[in-house]
């Protein structure tokens, strides 16, 4: 059973335009459904965050913070423990920022400036150079790219169940020509769905999903062959490019700064 808990903030929409929350999430907790009359930015600080946002599924590693507008429902739970800050902004001041709930490929700027505030535990705004940077923090979420979901799923008939079996088992190498057999159908079907239903190829989601599975196991601090040969990969080296591609930084120094929290 997951342990519930309750939304509840000592701030005021109304009476703040800008505040932040630093918040760590035990493993196997759930946030129950709730919405904000305020939009909120949550940046992932270790592992992954699993949402349910106006029912659709949105799971974010580290690098791509989620965006969920005033008055839309979310809910969240974590399988493990889950550090993240959340930059709240009044209602008044999104607009420009998307319409639905989604990640967003921020800037380096984004990164900085909040992890400068996370070093000060800064709660709301206290001085002009304080407001200056929260408008530069509005400026470049605007600017940011939107990205739907980083890992999508899908219902059609033949693709559901080569994800689901995916998601249980990210260490199975079967290629899509073994995938399409396994599901009665041609690799070029298959092939079809996948850029018609996830928006990317096969091999990329695939990619996607190892590397979530790879950040959750490196912040249980296993080293990088235990985690290369859990995911099905041959070496190390393999591993290592996928992480690089994704996050721009190695597996070894991402499983540092996580145990170093």
């Known amino acids: 059973m997951f342990e519930q808990k309750t939304y509840s903030s000592p701030y005021d929409a109304n009476d703040l335009r800008f505040f932040f929350r630093y918040e760590q999430a035990n493993a196997r907790t759930e946030y129950l459904p709730h919405t904000h ?38 809910a969240s739970y974590n399988h493990q423990q889950a550090h993240f800050h959340t930059l709240n902004i009044a209602a008044s001041l999104c607009q420009g920022l998307p319409e639905r709930a989604c990640l967003l490929k921020v800037s380096p700027i984004v990164q900085a400036i909040i992890e400068e505030c996370a070093d000060r535990m800064l709660l709301h705004p206290l001085s002009a150079a304080d407001w ?46 073994e995938w399409a057999r396994h599901v009665y159908t041609t690799e070029r079907t298959l092939s079809r769905r996948c850029r018609s239903e996830l928006g990317m190829a096969f091999s990329e989601w695939r990619q996607r999903l190892r590397f979530l599975h790879a950040i959750s196991l490196l912040e249980q601090g296993k080293p990088v062959q235990e985690v290369a040969l859990e995911l099905g990969y041959s070496s190390a080296s393999a591993l290592i490019a996928m992480f690089q591609q994704q996050s721009g930084t190695t597996p070894e120094r991402y499983r540092q700064r996580s145990l170093a929290r």
């Open 37 to 74: 009359a305020w939009g909120q930015v949550i940046f992932v600080r270790c592992n992954v965050l699993h949402m349910q946002v106006a029912g659709e599924r949105l799971l974010t590693p580290t690098a791509m913070p989620i965006w969920i507008p005033p008055q839309v429902e979310h």
């Open 132 to 177: 200056r940077l929260c408008e530069v923090l509005l400026d470049q979420l605007r600017l940011a790219e939107v990205q739907q979901s980083y890992l999508p799923t899908s219902r059609d008939k033949y693709l559901a169940p080569v994800l689901e079996a995916l998601e249980q088992d990210p260490a199975d190498n079967r290629s899509l020509a």
